[in-house]
Structure formats: C-alpha cells, structure tokens
C-alpha cells in the first residue's frame, strides 16, 4: 500500500512540475467553428484568426454567421496568459480578455468578455482546440433588447509558423 501511495504521489508531482509559462513564440493561423450556434440557427458560424503566441498572446479575428436576421460578422481581438505542458510544449492552455465590434445590417455593436481555451498541438505544426467564451454582447439591441452575456464554444483546426 505505501508503495502504490508513493508512486501515486510521484506521479502526481511530476506531471503537475510539467505545467508552467509559454517559453516559445510562434505565429498561429486558424479557422474557428461554433458548433453549437451553427446547429441552433441551421447555418455556419465560422471564423478565421491570426494569433502571436509567447508568455503572452494576441489574436485579431473576423466571424461570420450570415445565416441569422440581418447578417452577422464580428471583429474581436484577444490578449492573455499563455501555459503549457508536455515536453515540446504539446498542450496550451490559455486565458484572457476579449473585446470588438459586431456588425448587424451595416450597424457596429460593441463586445466584451473573457475566455480560455486548450490547444493540442500535432507534429509540432497542426493546432486543434477548443475555447470557451463569455462575452457581454452589444448587438441584441438590433432585437430591441438590452445588451446580455452570452456563452460561446469554438473548434480551432489551425497551422503554427
């Protein structure tokens, strides 16, 4: 039993000392996909994105879901914190702030929110993730209703310069 809790412990302490900042830079070029909005509203919410990877990230990123009323595109920009794992830093794991203009029918609306998200990193060049957002949106107003959060889920297939 001692022996089992030892290396349970060993284990356990050697994958967590794996976990620390980004070390490497990279640029990131990649195609977003919400599935859950695209399969709510019968259409494509897609996205392309170009992301400067360090200890700190920025992202500048374009989204179209033309399927809804009046259009939709947004312009959103990201920067946060970079972690990774794994000895050729396979895992990311990310967070930070978010913020643009969605445009509804040739009318700007503002964003703003927060996000995180894993990237698994393939060969050392093919990126696949997933990212959580939580933005206070600005184009239910183009309803007639007041700004409210919202809950977004992305797929990330993207290629690592």
Known sequence: MKTILFLLLSLTTLAQSNFRLNRTDSFNLAIVVDPNASINESGLNIGAEIEYNGTV???????????????????????????????????????????????????????????????????GKWVLGIRATRDKRGDFEFYGEEPEMRNSGFIKIGIKL
């Open 57 to 123: 990230y920025t992202r500048a990123s374009v989204t179209s879901f033309s399927s809804l009323q009046g259009g939709y595109l947004d312009l959103v920009g990201a920067a946060g914190i970079n972690f990774t794992s794994g000895m050729w830093e396979q895992l990311r794991y990310y967070a930070g702030i978010r913020g643009g203009i969605i445009v509804r029918e040739n009318n700007g609306y503002p964003t703003a929110g927060t996000e995180c998200g894993i990237d698994y990193v393939i060969n």
